[in-house]
């Protein structure tokens, strides 16, 4: 995980400079780095963009890291679009094909807009702005959908009976169609089994 400050931005340079971490390991990667995906967010809303081009810098005195100036932007207003937990008891589970590695993910949240998350072995190496083409998503009584995810951010985590993995913050690029089937399928089973039980009438 590489945590950092946005030190400088300067569009008619196009460059922007971030603020040297204090994990020399972390700062080493980032160097060592084609493009560094970066994720913040600020008063209320999440941004995400995609930097290339590290190069070690000095800004007022601070050691930073100098990028090129990134080609897009992307907000996401959290209010604009609620992220649904999948349910665990209907699990969403996709099929991965990375080269001649194929593995399986576990989606565990999605957006009305394709924004999502998914979580998988520790042991697999995936980084920002990979594109993983024909992805196979398998929900419970339908038919596979098929798309492609953008991997935006990658983080560790431990799951709830101690194992470590990775989660990748993905977009989910297909047809329109099939991607909102699929998540309004989940929003409303999530609806469902988070309903409350109608009243009991009495029994006489």
Not at 117 to 129: K, M, W
Not at 137 to 146: K, M, T
Request: a neutral charge; one cysteine or more; charged letters at 25%.
């Amino acid at each position: 995980m590489f945590l950092s400050r946005l030190l400088h931005v300067d569009p008619e340079a196009g460059s922007i400079v971030v603020a040297w971490s204090t994990a020399k390991d972390a700062n080493l990667a980032i160097l060592a780095a084609e493009r560094v995906a970066f994720a913040c967010s600020h008063e209320g809303a999440h941004y995400e963009f995609l930097a290339a081009e590290p190069q070690e810098t000095d800004h007022g005195g601070e050691p930073g890291i100098r990028f090129a100036f990134p080609e897009s932007l992307l907000v996401l207003h959290r209010r604009a679009y609620r992220r649904y937990a999948v349910p665990p008891q209907v699990p969403l589970s996709c099929e991965i094909s990375l080269g001649a590695i194929a593995f399986d993910a576990k989606v565990v949240d999605i957006s009305l807009n394709g924004i999502g998350a998914i979580i998988y072995d520790v042991g697999i190496r995936l980084e920002p702005g990979m594109l993983l083409r024909r992805t196979r998503i398998i929900q419970p009584g339908g038919r596979p959908v098929v798309v492609d995810l953008e991997v935006r951010y990658i983080s560790r985590i431990v799951l709830p009976d101690g194992r470590a993995a990775h989660r990748a913050g993905c977009r989910f690029i297909g047809t329109v169609g099939e991607i909102e089937s699929l998540i309004r399928f989940f929003i409303t089973e999530l609806h469902r089994r988070e309903a409350p039980s109608p009243p009991r009438g009495d029994r006489r």
